[in-house]
């Protein structure tokens, strides 16, 4: 029993510094360019994104911008205003793989971040990586242990990806005039990620947390960060879309 329960909190762990990397190099960093990461900073994400989650940063980015573009409205991709709460919570990477394979999204969305030589050689390679990241955890943990530890961690980082889309376009508070909801006890499982109406107020913003009592995680990381001038964030003040609500971003 301690070992399942060792093997438990691994998972969890692995998920969460996932979740950080994904709010701060594929949210925060590559698609919105709220802040700026030092060249071996961004190495260093971009091996731990392959390793834990198997994501392709520009079909990433490529389909969030398109959730910018049609937000709830339709053309999003993982809409629950439109596709329903429980399709978007439990079939969340399967929305999103759909359109980042459909041979336009990323052409479109991420003409920035065409694939480089090491995109060709090791990062497309979804599985290659997480066979990779698996294999490490079986090889600190065991292999029965090890299995355990990545079955929870792809259970955890798949349900919070999914609840950032499904339960922050659902219910919650708002504070700005767009679709999107705060919730901060999900911003705490994820990274800041639950402050969604906020991120949609201020897209570019590299805080998510806005208000008094909100608060937000990864910006805690993002301020260590720039003070070991490891990254810089681009704009000192929040700037705010001014959109329809339909067409607010995320």
């Not at 049609?70 to 999003?76: A, I, L, Q, Y």
């Not at 390679?125 to 079955?151: E, N, P, Q, S, T």
């Not at 805080?207 to 001038?229: F, N, S, T």
Request: charged fraction near 15%; aromatic fraction near 10%; proline fraction near 4%.
């Amino acid at each position: 029993m301690p070992g399942i329960l060792l093997a438990v909190l691994v998972g969890v762990a692995v998920s969460q510094v996932a979740l950080f990397c994904t709010t701060i190099y594929l949210h925060r960093a590559l698609s919105h360019r709220a802040i700026t990461l030092r060249p071996w900073v961004r190495s260093v994400f971009r091996v731990l994104i392959w390793l834990m989650t198997g994501i392709r940063p520009r079909q990433w980015v490529a389909v969030h911008r398109k959730h910018h573009a049609f937000t709830d409205v339709e053309g999003d991709p993982h809409s629950p205003v439109l596709l329903g709460f429980w399709r978007v919570q439990l079939a969340n990477a399967v929305l999103y793989r759909r359109v980042a394979r459909d041979g336009k999204t990323t052409e479109r969305y991420a003409k920035d971040l065409p694939p480089d030589r090491w995109d060709k050689m090791l990062f497309d390679h979804a599985f290659l990586g997480l066979g990779i990241g698996i294999a490490m955890l079986c090889l600190v943990l065991g292999w029965r242990l090890g299995l355990v530890a990545a079955g929870v961690h792809a259970v955890t980082y798949l349900a919070l990806n999914a609840a950032i889309n499904a339960v922050g376009h659902s219910f919650g508070t708002k504070s700005y005039p767009n679709t999107a909801f705060n919730n901060q006890w999900l911003a705490f499982l994820t990274g800041g990620e639950g402050l969604h109406n906020n991120h949609h107020a201020a897209p570019t913003s590299a805080k998510l947390a806005l208000g008094r009592h909100e608060l937000d995680p990864a910006w805690w990381v993002i301020r260590l960060m720039v003070r070991a001038r490891m990254a810089t964030v681009r704009l000192a003040e929040t700037r705010f879309v001014s959109r329809s609500p339909a067409s607010s971003s995320r």
